[in-house]
């Protein structure tokens, strides 16, 4: 692109030599694609990159909010998560082992939910985009509104799922404030909220696998099972792996239906890492050490893609 | 010559006019609160009358914010030297400011503009000093209220007029109101119900301290919850659903308010800010009075709104001296304010024939009185949150209340040990 660009450039200069502040800053000089990319990088590097370096910075620091300013304690924060007597150290272990649970049991719901469902909604089903508008209408929604929606319908006492079991002679079952039952009714919140955006995208990585190959195979005698083994899964592999990291850090980032839907509980064990840094910034007015629990938290996050992008690739080595 | 005369009239004149206008123009006062219910419309129409009443003196501007940021938001003001004149702070929240240097010490306005201790519920008073100096005046306390269902009392064969007082009495209304209605052998109307979270730790804290509980050492530095006190009143509150058998297990956080509602529930405990709910819910028919005395001597959780001051950059006597004008004679009118869902904190209001003669509210304000306020400090708030979880744990029986509380006292001590 880029030296396409330059090419033009020279081209246009070749023809008419007009000058050095034409050739920069010209309708076709060098400068202009930065030009549109002016804009965003402004916000990009404000409301980005600037915000990276300075919480880094604050996580070195004793920072008090109330004077803006920190005195540097280096990795002081830091130590102080892995200092058994500091309280830093059990709150978060514990809100980053909830997150990990949650990441651990939803991740592969709604890559597997979403691939059944992008496969059912490209079969040959009669009413196939109603379908697919209905599985995607809850991405729309906001979080509050989900947690909501969740909390009536999953309420012990007269909630409709629990009217239903009891309906058919089932316990009702005491879906918010006790576990497994919270996590399952978080995930289950999560599924339908969100696994309609990973359905979209991968109903386009299957509509984009060339048909030849399905008719070549098919020629060959391979079974709809083989097809989706051999032909299907492996030109999604991009797709896939795009869902999966995308999907990783989604639920990494898991806030507002915890928050809503159990207040962390019963007994802190649904409350997040990312609603434990943000009350010890918030409601403890902490920022160091919520600034290093913020970074840790990413560290492993880029750990886990890095580990999943090489899971893939090896994948694609075999 | 004579010209310049007339020009000089003329600008005599027109200085005369600016500084009567000088003279008239009042003193704008920001105030910011809370109140994004109801009682936002009660404290605006409160604003509005005193704005009439002091028309070209003091006008004061109210802006109405969310609760759930309002605290950060007074961070970000005084930081950046945007603060309202005054504003509304939660009594528990007030060492975490003061303790910072963030608000303004008041003695002197205080006296000076004549509001004095004795006019005022003596908890709520006392709430606003800290480390001797005073940092907020009180408009009102939010005491967490037994509300029951008069119609469910009387079928029941109890006199609804006479609500239980005491743990053996409250045990026994319990059981006679838990019944299973239409026979199928699930019970379908409670007792009481005890819920998973909110608001279950104002009822530990007010049985806890009606057993002489005290929760930190004196200088904050030990937490001392998980005494028999402690546990008592937690074990009281397992019993409940354990034992005697008077509230189901597994309660949603907000159901027993919902059961309320709709008249299923006998006895419920609540904040008195419930009260408009339940006024306004058709067909039920309820009575408000004081928790009852669990324990050997009287107290009940409570919240108080407190007005205060930001400090300023520039200190300016007079709009303090208005703020505090207005603060003066919203005690002297707060009736509106606590019918609208709080115990006035002005003693002539509370006690008033037209408070004390309510139905609803007039049993309940005796409470005021023996509301019970710890010494808070900066780290209050962080302290008591592994209380929170150690109730939910014992009322889940996930262990109990005795380990739940020593553990929480453990997390408590590291926060108190922390920086």
């Known amino acids: 692109m880029t030296r396409e660009g330059e090419e033009v450039a020279t081209l246009v200069m070749k023809e008419k030599p007009k000058g050095r502040f034409r050739r920069w800053f010209g309708s076709n000089g060098l400068l202009r694609p930065y030009f549109y990319l002016l804009p965003h990088a402004v916000f990009f590097f404000m409301f980005l990159v600037y915000p990276i370096f300075k919480g880094f910075y604050i996580s070195l620091t004793e920072w008090d909010i109330f004077a803006n300013s920190g005195r540097f304690i280096g990795l002081g924060n830091y130590r102080l998560l892995f200092d058994p007597a500091a309280i830093q150290n059990v709150y978060f272990w514990q809100a980053l082992r909830n997150t990990l649970i949650f990441v651990v049991i939803s991740v592969p719901l709604l890559v597997l939910v979403a691939l059944g469902l992008a496969l059912l909604l490209t079969s040959r089903l009669s009413g196939r985009s109603v379908f697919r508008t209905i599985f995607f209408m809850p991405t729309a929604l906001t ?72 008719e070549a195979s ?85 750990v886990f893609t890095v580990f999943q992008s090489k899971l893939f690739a090896q994948r694609a080595d075999d | ?170 045990i026994k209304v319990c059981k006679a109101l838990t019944k299973d209605k239409n026979g199928d052998g699930k019970i379908d109307q409670w007792g009481t119900m005890l819920s998973v979270g909110w608001p279950n730790f104002q009822y530990w804290y007010t049985i806890f301290h009606q057993n002489g509980g005290t929760l930190f050492n004196a200088d904050n530095s030990q937490a001392l919850f998980n005494s028999k006190a402690g546990v008592d009143a937690l074990q009281f509150l397992v019993d409940c659903i354990y034992v005697h058998k008077i509230s189901p297990d597994n309660v949603q956080v907000d159901s027993e308010h919902e059961a309320f509602k709709r008249g299923e529930l006998g006895i419920t405990f609540n904040g008195i800010w419930m009260m408009a709910d339940y006024l306004n819910q058709p067909n039920l028919e309820f009575g408000a009075g004081p928790v009852p005395q669990f324990g050997s001597q009287k107290a009940v959780w409570g919240g108080s709104h407190q007005f205060v001051l930001p400090k300023q950059r520039r200190v300016d006597r007079n709009r303090i001296n208005a703020a505090i004008e207005f603060i003066k004679w919203f005690g002297d009118h707060s009736l509106d304010w606590g019918f609208g869902g709080q115990l006035p904190a002005k003693l002539s209001v509370l006690n008033s024939p037209e408070f004390r003669q309510d139905p609803y509210f007039g049993r309940i304000a005796e409470m005021a009185d023996y509301v019970y306020f710890p010494p808070f400090f900066a780290k209050y708030g962080e302290a008591v949150g592994p209380i929170w979880d150690a109730v939910n744990a014992a009322l889940l029986r996930k262990s109990t209340p005795k380990e739940a509380l020593d553990r929480a006292k453990d997390l408590s001590n590291k926060i108190l040990a922390g920086n």
């Open chain 1, 218 to 302: 098919k020629i060959d005698g391979a079974n709809a099972w083989q097809r989706l083994l051999y032909i299907t899964l492996p030109c999604l592999r991009p797709v896939l792996l795009f869902v999966c990291i995308t999907t990783v850090i989604a639920s990494f980032n898991l806030f507002g239906q915890p928050q809503l839907m159990t207040g962390g509980g019963p007994a802190r064990s649904t409350l997040p890492v990312m609603m434990q840094i943000y009350t010890e910034a918030w409601a403890n007015y902490r920022m160091g050490p919520a600034g290093a629990m913020s970074y840790l938290t990413a560290l492993i996050m880029i």
């Open chain 1, 143 to 214: 979080v509050s509104v989900v947690a909501v929606i969740w909390r009536w319908l999953l309420n012990v006492d007269h909630g409709f799922v629990n009217f239903l079991l009891e309906k058919v002679g089932i316990k009702g079952v005491p879906w918010l404030t006790s576990q497994p039952w919270a996590w399952i009714s978080i995930t289950i919140a999560t599924v339908w909220w969100t696994v309609g955006w990973n359905m979209i995208l991968l109903i386009n990585g299957i509509n984009g696998v060339p048909e030849e190959i399905y």
């Open chain 2, 1 to 170: 010559m004579k010209r310049f005369r007339y020009v000089l009239l003329g600008l005599l004149l027109v200085c005369c006019f600016f500084s009567l206008t000088l003279e008239a123009a009042p003193i704008k006062l920001e105030y910011w609160t809370i109140f994004t219910g109801p009682n936002g419309q009660t404290m605006q129409r409160l604003v509005d009358r005193f704005n009439q009443e002091y028309k070209g003196k003091i006008e004061v501007q109210m802006s109405v914010m969310p609760a759930g940021n309002f605290y950060e938001k007074i961070i970000s003001a005084v930081v950046s030297n945007q603060a309202p004149d005054f504003c509304i702070m939660h009594v528990d929240r007030l060492a975490e400011f003061t303790s910072r240097g963030i608000l303004l010490p008041l003695d002197e306005y205080v006296e000076a503009l004549g509001l004095k201790g004795s006019d005022y519920a003596e908890p709520l008073w006392n709430g606003g000093i800290w480390q001797g100096k005073r940092y907020a005046i009180p408009l009102d306390t939010h005491p967490l209220v037994m509300y029951w269902n008069k119609k469910l009392f009387r079928e029941a064969g109890l006199d609804p007029e006479k609500p239980p007082t005491d743990a053996e009495s409250f």
